[in-house]
């Protein structure tokens, strides 16, 4: 089976900086994909991982270390419209496209 | 571009009765993925096609719950009958073959059983 771990909640000030962790234990690996949802609304796709390090795009990066069943998500420069639930997805290699989800990490921005 | 798009946006119906949920995928996209997300239990996968074919529907939690993907460009997930721990937000969702390409969500059905 699956089990992805992430924190429930984290909550930062507007122009900080934000870390959310995830852990996972999967049988195979195939990549890990980051997604934000905004309350009410559908899961976006931020970012992919698959080797080792990190991925950055904009204000967002992302890291993995697959040796470690260890990845996170970083958010610089905070705004208000980054406060939604942070999404950490893994494709295990023996289930081909299925992708199994952690509970996600809500964040809250204030200002 | 179109995206995903699933129909009704929200539906609100009597246990015992029978609900559809349609989407139709992206142009192109090989897969398609039936989830289901509660408060509870999170975002869950019910079921996946490639080219219209099931492939996983481990996550499907019991006979009332079907799936179809008559072709390319349709599908539908019907409950029935319909109880009221069904209610929840489902969504739809597509990706084409290559690994590296993320699965695209539709606005998702909220669904509500009295």
């Known amino acids: 089976g699956q089990n992805i771990d992430q924190p429930t909640e984290m909550t930062a000030t507007e122009g900080a900086i934000v870390q959310i962790n995830c852990t996972y234990q999967t049988s195979g690996f195939n990549g890990l994909f980051w997604y934000q949802q905004h309350a009410g609304e559908a899961p976006t796709f931020l970012s992919y991982n698959v080797l080792d390090g990190l991925e950055e795009k904009g204000r967002f990066s992302s890291f993995l270390s697959r040796s470690k069943g260890y990845s996170y998500l970083l958010l610089k420069e905070l705004q208000m419209k980054d406060s939604a639930s942070y999404l950490c997805?893994?494709?295990?290699?023996?289930?081909?496209?299925?992708?199994?989800f952690g509970a996600g990490t809500t964040v809250t921005v204030r200002a | 571009d179109a995206g995903v798009i699933q129909s009704p946006r929200h539906e609100v119906t009597e246990m015992g009765q029978e609900v559809t949920l349609r989407c139709k995928p992206i142009?192109?996209?090989?897969?398609l993925f039936w989830y289901r997300q509660t408060m509870m239990r999170g975002l869950e996968l019910l079921i996946y096609f490639n080219n219209n074919v099931p492939i996983d529907d481990s996550g499907m939690p019991e006979d009332r719950f079907s799936a179809k993907m008559p072709n390319a460009s349709f599908s539908t997930l019907k409950i029935q009958p319909s109880e009221p721990r069904d209610s929840a937000v489902y969504f739809c969702?597509?990706?084409?073959?290559?690994?590296?390409?993320?699965?695209?969500f539709g606005d998702g059905t909220r669904l509500s059983i009295l």
């Open positions: 969702a597509s990706s084409s073959v290559q690994s590296n390409q993320p699965q695209h």
């Open positions: 142009s192109g996209h090989d897969y």
């Open positions: 997805a893994v494709r295990s290699r023996s289930n081909d496209y299925k992708l199994s």
